[in-house]
């Protein structure tokens, strides 16, 4: 550009950030080259600041909540102990069995997020996780998906959504990993949209003297990117009726699992969550709650302390549902909500962001400097017909990784552990016993189960002696 155009670009754009008092974001737009100018102004263009200056000014009242939990029960829920009742149990299997064996079912793993806090500079999904084989979270996650297609003679096409810092990287894994053996038309990767974080004056972040800090939109930014991508129609090209929906640091998620599906099929359910029930009240999980009929759920950070701690005559948590980011959509409901703008709301998140300073030195804040705003894809529940829940126990169905040592919980060693746990039982289960201290791990492709683990073992016998040495049976 000609540095008469430079000016008049710089004229325009402070023309359009002027009456929203984000002018500052120029502060540094002379020592920026021509192609770092176009970038912001891109930036600048792409910015809703109605939008944010709306999303700034909402008050997040604590008595909106309040009365939400007063009121609050839990809504219809599907318990362990209707997974114990054997007729329950077989006719919900058999009815998603008929879903998975007509290739009426999809995946979706939101894995946008990066493993900084385990100290691990990659997309999470290319964390390794295994407690013997040391593979992958991606890998664990895709070959769930196949074991399963496989098992009922189908195929069940995933959907992984990325962020901007994680889309080319994880794209680049898969690839080289051949898909970890899954058919690359079958694997569609997709990528979340963004949001601009203001400090606490409103005003917007630079992340370099050149670029406006943005962050990933939330997992509810799964909806409106499934629709851009053109996942969806892909999903309906295929003729994909349901959508199983979890996030790759769980990888105890029961993936596609048939009477899971059943149940949400049989309940005529639009979106089924699936919940473990609180071992503490102030346990931080979505709290899955129901209120005039209407199934929604209140943020742990939400949540009176008064109200978490509430309970009923026979003295159980009133509120005991916690989300655990599993659930199953019927994907025209996914469309149905794709086409209103505002399906999904807003919530505001206080986080330490970097950012240049007035004087351009990069500042690493030790206390919350910025309000980030993202989208739940929880918050689809209240717009949805028949939204039940169902019960898991987290032994076998959460342990999600999140913190690196030495923290307290969900650290690679917890879940290591959890993954070794469950498998001993599916061993046990079989008749097979586990020396104590003696750490297993199944691969989904041996087994995607219990219930075809022992099928297996019955049909071969291959296993007559107890397992006295880690191994990983693949």
Excluded at 234 to 253: A, K, S, T
Aim: proline share 5%; net charge negative; charged share 25%.
């Amino acid at each position: 550009m000609t540095s008469e155009q430079t000016s008049q670009l710089k004229h325009d754009l402070e023309t359009l950030l002027a009456p929203h008092n984000q002018s500052h974001v120029l502060q540094y737009w002379d020592q920026l080259s021509s192609a770092d100018q176009q970038k912001l102004s891109d930036q600048i263009h792409g910015c809703n600041f109605e939008q944010l200056g709306q999303l700034f000014e909402q008050n997040e009242s604590a008595n909106r909540w309040d009365d939400l939990a007063k009121k609050a029960s839990v809504p219809p829920a599907i318990t362990l102990a209707d997974f114990a009742n054997e007729d329950s149990y077989e006719k919900a299997r058999q009815s998603g069995a008929e879903l998975l064996e007509q290739g009426k079912v999809a995946m979706i793993i939101t894995a946008g997020g990066q493993g900084s806090r385990l100290g691990f500079d990659h997309p999470k999904g290319m964390f390794p996780i295994g407690p013997v084989s040391n593979v992958t979270l991606f890998q664990i996650f895709i070959e769930k998906v196949m074991a399963r297609a496989k098992q009922f003679g189908s195929t069940i096409p995933i959907y992984i959504m990325t962020s901007p810092p994680t889309h080319e990287e994880t794209i680049e894994f898969l690839e080289a990993e051949n898909y970890f053996g899954m058919k690359p038309n079958d694997v569609k990767v997709f990528c979340q949209g963004t949001m601009p974080a203001v400090d606490h004056d409103g005003k917007l972040l630079l992340s370099e003297i050149g670029e406006i800090f943005v962050s990933p939109d939330g997992h509810g930014g799964a909806l409106l990117a499934l629709e851009k991508s053109g996942a969806l129609d892909d999903m309906q090209v295929r003729g994909v009726e349901h959508v199983f929906y979890g996030q790759i640091d769980n990888p105890l998620v029961q993936v596609c699992d048939p009477a899971l599906l059943g149940y949400h099929a049989q309940s005529g359910s639009e979106m089924t969550s699936q919940v473990v029930r609180k071992t503490d009240p102030l346990q931080k999980v979505g709290n899955v709650i129901s209120v005039g009929g209407v199934v929604q759920i209140i943020e742990y950070s939400d949540l009176s302390e008064k109200f978490a701690r509430e309970t009923r005559v026979d003295g159980k948590l009133k509120l005991w549902a916690g989300s655990i980011a599993v659930h199953i959509f019927k994907t025209d409901f996914f469309r149905r909500m794709s086409e209103t703008a505002d399906s999904l709301p807003f919530h505001r998140a206080h986080k330490k962001v970097a950012f240049i300073d007035a004087d351009g030195q990069r500042i690493e804040p030790e206390t919350n400097n910025a309000i980030k705003f993202e989208k739940f894809i929880f918050d689809l529940l209240p717009s949805a017909k028949n939204a039940i829940i169902s019960e898991v126990d987290p032994a076998d169905g959460f342990c999600a990784v999140k913190n690196a040592a030495p923290a307290a919980a969900e650290t690679p060693a917890h879940v290591k552990q959890a993954i070794s746990d469950l498998h001993t039982r599916w061993f046990n289960e079989a008749g097979v016993e586990v020396a104590d201290g003696v750490i297993v791990e199944i691969s989904p492709l041996f087994a995607a189960d219990a219930k075809m683990l022992k099928e297996k073992i019955a049909a071969d016998d291959f296993l007559s002696q107890p397992i006295t040495k880690d191994t990983y049976f693949h």
